[in-house]
């Protein structure tokens, strides 16, 4: 009677009765220790969890830090070098450069005739001495010159014989002849190129060249 009675009052306390029930459903899930645990408190463990979740995932502060953003940066290395980009340009400028042809003007060709001022027909000699001609200068029978008596020194005549076609441009720098029907006095060489010598003197057909 003394043992069902202590076992009967132990039964009746409500507290005990809530102790052995959470005793019995924590042996039968993980054991004593998992009641022990369960009985004692669960905030800490709740604690523990929340702390351990935040280091665990990738969004942790320390991926985002100061120390591992340069690694997680482009590196210079890891953009494209500059040899790399330079290397076409590199294989242009081993290729000789040759200089761009410049244009070469192309030369006119005049072939306008000269201005004939004036032109008639006289009789023409030769003469081959004398030292100083109007102008000045020492006579020489071997240039191309001639004396008119009114034509301006230095002006230049063609001088033609109709005979043969031949003609002699000849430069004015003395003044003569002296003979009526004549208008030219050639040197020796000018007169030599259109006749002979032997002649002495012919009718030709003058041109005044402007």
Known sequence: MAGRHSRTRMFSSPAGIAATAAVGVALAVGGTVGAVQLTSGSAQPEQAAIEFVPTATPSSPAAS?????????????????????????????????????????????????????????????????????????????????????????????????????????VRINDRGPFIDGRCLDLSRAAFATIASVDVGALTVRYEVLG
């Open 65 to 169: 830090s100061p120390a591992a953003s340069p690694s997680a940066s482009a590196s210079p290395s890891a953009s494209a070098s500059p040899s790399a980009s330079r290397s076409p340009q590199a294989a242009s400028r081993n290729k000789a450069r040759t200089a761009a042809p410049k244009p070469t003007p192309t030369a006119k060709k005049t072939t306008a005739k000269p201005k004939v001022l004036e032109s008639g027909s006289c009789g023409a000699s030769f003469y081959s001495d004398g030292q100083l001609t109007a102008n000045g200068e020492s006579f020489n029978p071997n240039e191309l010159t001639a004396a008119h008596k009114t034509l301006p020194f230095d002006t230049r005549v063609r001088v033609t014989n109709p005979s043969s076609g031949k003609s002699v441009l």
